[in-house]
């Protein structure tokens, strides 16, 4: 019996240009900066590795957990500027409206949960009009364990009034994968891409659509993600 759909935001929901290598190298600069060792960071991979790597090599060179705590602050402003300077290049991903529109007649709440700030995420959907669509969203800044940590997935589920049975998250990387799975909640892959694609089903991803229009169908028909 489905209860409601979570949505990831960026690459899921909407589309947009977030200039995520800049990102990396603000995220570096600033761990280089408190202390971390610049050889022992891996550049290539995706931000929030980079920052919990980051983050144990600081506690490992007797950085006090205050200081880690000013260095994450620090690395979160960072990350926001970054996202806010995208804005004015995001756009809804074809058939979102749609999508929103026949989930939410047929009763089911929606969610979002986005390791996106909660400025950039609100200002996004309020952007793009799927602002009034959505019941719940918990950006990073929202939740003290922002995904792929399940906690945050599970926030939203509580905050729809729903079960982790009545759900489905449907999300675009295998990050979004790995925390429906821990959450224990289905998961729908959203093909963005034949690249992203790839690594979805690299990860072990069985259901996936290139259109948000078939989200309802498939929801509707209560198959097993």
């Known amino acids: 019996m489905i209860e409601a759909v979570v949505f990831d935001l960026d690459g899921t929901l909407i589309q947009s240009k977030i200039d995520y290598d800049k ?37 490992e060179i007797g950085v006090t957990p205050e200081g880690c705590l000013a260095v994450m602050k620090r ?41 996106s700030c909660n400025a950039y995420a609100t200002q996004s959907l309020r952007r793009t009009g799927l602002e009034r669509f959505v019941d719940v969203l918990l ?3 929202d939740v003290e364990h922002p995904k792929p940590d399940p906690r945050h997935l599970l926030q ?25 799975a821990e959450a224990g909640v289905a998961f729908i892959g959203f093909l963005r891409d034949d690249d992203w694609g790839r690594r979805l089903r690299e990860a072990g991803c069985e259901t996936m659509i290139d259109d948000l229009l078939r989200l309802p169908e498939i929801v509707g028909e209560g198959s097993e993600p």
């Open 23 to 59: 990102m990396r190298k603000k995220v570096v600069e600033v761990l280089v900066g408190a202390g971390a060792p610049q050889g022992e960071l891996d550049h290539s991979r995706r931000v929030w590795e980079i920052i919990m790597g980051g983050e144990r090599m600081l506690r």
């Open 139 to 141: 950006a990073r800044d």
């Open 156 to 180: 939203v589920v509580e905050a729809l009034g729903a079960s982790t049975r009545g759900v489905v998250y449907v999300g675009d990387t295998a990050t979004d994968l790995r925390t429906a």
């Open 75 to 115: 690395i979160t402003g960072e990350m926001n500027a970054v996202e806010l300077e995208a804005l004015d290049t995001v756009k809804p991903t074809p058939h979102a409206h749609e999508a929103l529109s026949i989930i939410r007649e047929r009763g089911w709440g929606i969610g979002v949960a986005t390791r």
